[in-house]
């Protein structure tokens, strides 16, 4: 099976601008999650979807969107970039089941 | 608060010993734990998963303890080899909760 893919995987992109990140993940897998990494603060969840709805929100301001199209793949949003937005963002899908997460490589977002 | 507490020192091992990584926890009851594997600029890699009802799990050359008085986990790699120098997180979920939280990671390095 093919793993979880992201597009793109590096951008660099200006205060003030928005970004849009997206995520295929792995056939079969309904579930996928985004995280945000940084090397301050670490391995930080963002927001969960599954069937196209989002089901779990971590604690980050509404600048940061998500969504999920019918075939599973999802995007997500930050609007009105700021310094602090920098970062490796990650992908993430799972089977329920069992709650592994299987990652992409991530999008390694700079903002000047 | 929740916590999850992994070194944040590296650890230095010389190849063909034992590593043995640490994952703290408090104000937690987890329903399961889980081991990552994370290189350089990559996504996680998702290694072994052990719930709460058991005490050990093992993988080819690796063993995951939980001890759920001691809210702890030990993630021992034997014979260990320089391609086993990674970043390792532990990561924690509650029952039914698909989304577990990730410790900051502790930085493993094997010397040849």
Known sequence: KAGVTQTPRYLIKTRGQQVTLSCSPISGHRSVSWYQQTPGQGLQFLFEYFSETQRNKGNFPGRFSGRQF????????????????S????CASSLEATGEQYF????????T | SQ??????????????????????????????????????????????????NEKEKRKERLKVTFDTTLKQSLFHITASQPADSATYLCALGSGGSYIPTFGRGTSLIVHP
């Open chain 1, 70 to 85: 019918s075939n599973s793949r999802s995007e997500m949003n930050v609007s009105t970039l700021e310094l602090g937005d």
């Open chain 1, 87 to 90: 970062a490796l963002y990650l």
């Open chain 1, 104 to 111: 992409g490589p991530g999008t390694r977002l700079t903002v």
């Open chain 2, 3 to 52: 916590k999850i507490e992994q070194n944040s020192e590296a650890l230095n091992i010389q190849e063909g010993k034992t590593a043995t990584l640490t994952c703290n926890y408090t104000n937690y009851s987890p329903a399961y734990l889980q081991w990552y594997r994370q290189d350089p600029g990559r996504g996680p890699v998702f290694l072994l998963l052990i719930r709460e």
